[in-house]
């Protein structure tokens, strides 16, 4: 089974310039996460998808950041403007639907890492 | 917010001993629980879940849940260089939050041969 992917794996961009991550879960999967990890930090969820309907993105800078899911499988996260502060791991992970949400585990991709100069 | 408490180490065992990993969560009525090894510039890896109060084994690794206490712990039997890495500690979230991982910082463990 394969797993996560992520595009592109690393992006190097000036501040205020726009940047785009892209990410296919695990075949079957509905539900979709991104998650941002500092250096030195565990990750910590921008946004949640469940299909193509967003679940939560309570944690998401909707000034500059966007996502989107629209046919319910790969998924857009974008950066616009970025800042000095959105240097950090971009992590794609996705989780099946099975019985009760409260046991389903997450896997992840194996990232992006964005430096902002 | 949730809060996730790890040890930050950095945890330094010999070959073949055992590795304690400690992680403390402030939401009482949390009811799953992750592990996750992540390498030097590689993604988290899920390693254990555990949900019940009680111990849970799978190979080398043992993680061990108290809900009374808030406590989950990760013990890694034998272990290795290859065990070498970050460990984060992740909690799920409740309520509306219920598909989000809180995660602590992670304890870096360092494996010497």
């Known amino acids: 089974e394969a797993g996560v992917a992520q595009s592109p794996r690393y992006k190097i961009i000036e501040k205020r310039q726009s940047v785009a991550f892209w990410c296919n ?38 000034d500059r950041f966007s996502a989107e899911r629209l046919k319910g499988v790969d998924s857009t996260l974008k950066i616009q403007p970025a800042k000095l502060e959105d240097s950090a791991v971009y992590l794609c992970a996705s989780s099946s639907i099975r019985g009760s949400e409260t046991y389903n585990e997450q896997f992840f991709g194996p990232g992006t890492r964005l430096t902002v100069l | 917010q949730k809060e996730v408490e790890q040890n930050s180490g950095p945890l330094s065992v010999p070959e073949g001993a055992i590795a304690s990993l400690n992680c403390t969560y402030s939401d009482r009525g949390s009811q799953s629980f992750f592990w996750y090894r992540q390498y030097s510039g590689k993604s988290p890896e899920l390693i254990m879940s555990i949900y019940s109060n009680g111990d849970k084994e799978d190979g080398r690794f043992t993680a061990q849940l108290n809900k009374a206490s808030q406590y989950v712990s990760l013990l890694i039997r034998d272990s290795q260089p290859s065990d070498s890495a970050t460990y984060l500690c992740a909690v799920r979230g409740r309520g509306s939050t219920l598909g989000r991982l809180y995660f602590g910082r992670g304890t870096q463990l360092t494996v010497w041969p």
């Open chain 1, 25 to 62: 879960p695990i075949s079957g999967h509905a539900t979709l996460y991104w998650y941002q990890q500092i250096l030195g930090q565990g990750p910590k969820l921008l946004i949640q998808f469940q299909n193509n309907g967003v679940v939560d993105d309570s944690q998401l800078p909707k």
